[in-house]
């Protein structure tokens, strides 16, 4: 049994949490949400609780309890309080700006990045920190990983977009290796 499965989601107030069929739809104050899950799991609503169940005990059905179980709190808790991913620039002349909804980066190119915000997700920048918010924390995480994708960086001198709790694994330059001498 998955302990993550066995315990319910408590649904805060303000949010609705509907059950039809294999289809979860989750609305609170920041937007809906809607999942569909696999027929090997139950779903129920009670007391302020969504309860989730197997209805077997294979591997592939234990591996589905947890998942769902997990991915109904992620959207318990979007439409209550949202998701949010912060991305630092690290770059001389690095710089990322707003043009409307959509992000703007010059990150050493010969022309500027235009990224579109999708339908449910906010940017913020402040100098060189950018914050991509949302309910959904799918949609979050994608978006902040298709601005990273655009300069990852770089293990010499670690310049690049990185997340801000992220640790970039610094190499020696040639000229480190060049006086550690030749291997025997």
Same mark, same amino acid.
């Given at each position: 049994?998955?302990?993550?499965?066995?315990? /319910?989601?408590?649904?805060? +107030?303000?949010?609705?949490?509907?059950? *039809? =069929?294999? &289809?979860?739809?989750?609305?609170? /104050?920041?937007?809906?949400?809607?999942?569909?899950?696999?027929?090997?799991? @139950?779903?129920?609503?009670?007391?302020?609780?969504?309860?989730?169940?197997?209805?077997?005990?294979?591997?592939?059905?234990? +591996?589905?309890?947890?998942?769902?179980? @997990?991915?109904?709190?992620? *959207?318990?808790?979007?439409?209550?309080?949202?998701?949010?991913?912060?991305?630092?620039?690290?770059? &001389? =002349?690095?710089?990322?700006?707003?043009? =409307?909804?959509?992000?703007?980066?010059?990150?050493?190119?010969?022309?500027?990045?235009? %990224?579109?915000?999708? $339908?449910? %997700? &906010?940017?913020?920048? $402040?100098?060189?920190? %950018?914050?991509? *918010?949302?309910?959904?924390?799918?949609?979050?995480?994608?978006?902040?990983?298709?601005?990273?994708?655009?300069?990852? /960086? $770089?293990?010499?001198?670690?310049?690049? %977009?990185?997340?801000? *709790?992220?640790?970039?694994?610094?190499?020696?330059?040639?000229?480190?290796? @060049?006086?550690?001498?030749?291997?025997?």
């Amino acid at each position: 049994m998955s302990k993550i499965g066995k315990q /319910p989601v408590i649904i805060p +107030s303000g949010v609705a949490v509907s059950v *039809d =069929g294999h &289809t979860v739809t989750v609305t609170g /104050p920041k937007g809906t949400l809607k999942k569909h899950f696999a027929a090997e799991i @139950a779903v129920e609503v009670n007391d302020g609780k969504v309860i989730v169940s197997a209805k077997g005990s294979g591997k592939y059905v234990m +591996s589905l309890f947890g998942t769902t179980r @997990a991915l109904i709190n992620n *959207d318990v808790i979007g439409v209550s309080t949202g998701w949010s991913k912060k991305l630092e620039l690290v770059g &001389t =002349g690095f710089k990322a700006e707003l043009v =409307g909804r959509d992000l703007s980066l010059t990150v050493g190119y010969s022309h500027s990045i235009k %990224i579109n915000a999708p $339908e449910g %997700i &906010t940017f913020k920048v $402040e100098k060189t920190i %950018i914050t991509v *918010d949302g309910f959904d924390r799918e949609l979050v995480g994608q978006v902040a990983a298709n601005i990273r994708a655009v300069r990852p /960086p $770089e293990p010499y001198k670690g310049k690049g %977009i990185k997340y801000v *709790d992220e640790v970039i694994r610094r190499k020696a330059g040639k000229a480190a290796a @060049a006086k550690a001498g030749p291997a025997a």
